[in-house]
């Protein structure tokens, strides 16, 4: 396999440290012919993506990695090749930003109920602001020593100054990405460790899997593909490649290869 782009990655319009420019220059670095982003609930950074891609001469799709949810259990939904302006993407950004916006200042409630006075305003990222943004702060902070700890104590699931995400449902997420011309991929479907969840989201209108994915090994990918395969869905692959704030993981660790992406934006309107 030649491998000619890395689909999953995320910059500095959401919770990544690389700017889209960055990106693309690592693409090129790599020799690799096409670049995606995959932003947290956000299409912002598309826009310097698609100039720096030009300017080097790489092609470029639309990305974005939507939070949904079925049955209350957290999804993510890699969406490509939509068209960025589309209203229905447009109002769903909004959407995310709103509730972003209630349930980081609800975090930020319970961190100060405990004792941790870490001002908001501190936090000067351009785009979505997640619970990474607030990691770091307690990292800066000293009172954590790394971002895992961050979330191990405090941020994660059932910690200390943990506040569910209401999102949105996975079928609407679908909805919207198709109603914007583009595809709706099961993100690192590893991740659902509840079988009845996982055949339940195998059986939603999603176009594809992604099969390849940062540390999987080829068994693992073997195990996905064939799940993909057997409902003619598509496969893609990607790093999720999130900079420093993930130093283990390298951008272009995981690829697609030319014939993997010509398919995906085939099936894109
Ligand atoms: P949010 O969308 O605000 O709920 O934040 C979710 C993001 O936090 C994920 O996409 C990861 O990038 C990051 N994250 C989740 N768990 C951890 C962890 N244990 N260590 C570092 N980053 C994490
Ligand atoms: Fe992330
Ligand atoms: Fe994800
Ligand atoms: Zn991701």
Redesign the pocket.
């Known amino acids: 396999m030649i491998p000619f782009a890395d689909l999953h990655c995320?910059s500095t319009y959401?919770?990544g440290t690389a700017t889209p420019a960055e990106i693309v220059d690592l693409a090129v670095s790599l020799h690799l012919k096409a670049v995606s982003l995959t932003d947290?609930d956000s299409t912002l950074g598309l826009e310097e993506l698609y100039k720096a891609a030009k300017a080097k001469g790489l092609e470029m799709i639309s990305g974005v990695e939507f939070s949904c949810h079925v049955d209350q259990e957290s999804v993510h939904l890699l969406g490509y090749g939509f068209d960025p302006d589309a209203p229905s993407i447009k109002k769903l950004q909004e959407k995310h930003l709103l509730r972003r916006s209630t349930r980081n200042e609800e975090i930020f409630k319970k961190l100060h109920r405990l004792g941790i006075k870490v001002d908001p305003s501190e936090i000067t990222a351009q785009g979505i602001i997640g619970r990474?943004h607030i990691a770091e702060l307690l990292v800066k902070h000293k009172i954590v020593g790394s971002m895992q700890e961050a979330f191990k104590k405090y941020l994660g699931e059932g910690k200390l100054a943990y506040v569910p995400a209401y999102t949105i449902t996975v079928n609407e997420t679908i909805d919207v990405i198709h109603a914007a011309g583009g595809v709706a991929i099961l993100a690192h479907p590893h991740l659902i460790d509840s079988i009845p969840l996982l055949n339940k989201l195998l059986q939603s209108p999603f176009d594809g899997i992604e099969c390849y994915y940062s540390n999987f090994t080829p068994e693992e990918n073997a195990r996905w593909v064939k799940r993909a395969q057997r409902r003619n869905w598509l496969e893609t692959g990607g790093s999720d490649y999130?900079g420093l704030n993930k130093p283990y993981v390298k951008y272009g660790c995981t690829t697609v290869d030319e014939e993997h992406f010509r398919k995906l934006q085939n099936a894109c309107r």
């Open positions: 995320h959401s919770d947290h990474p999130h």
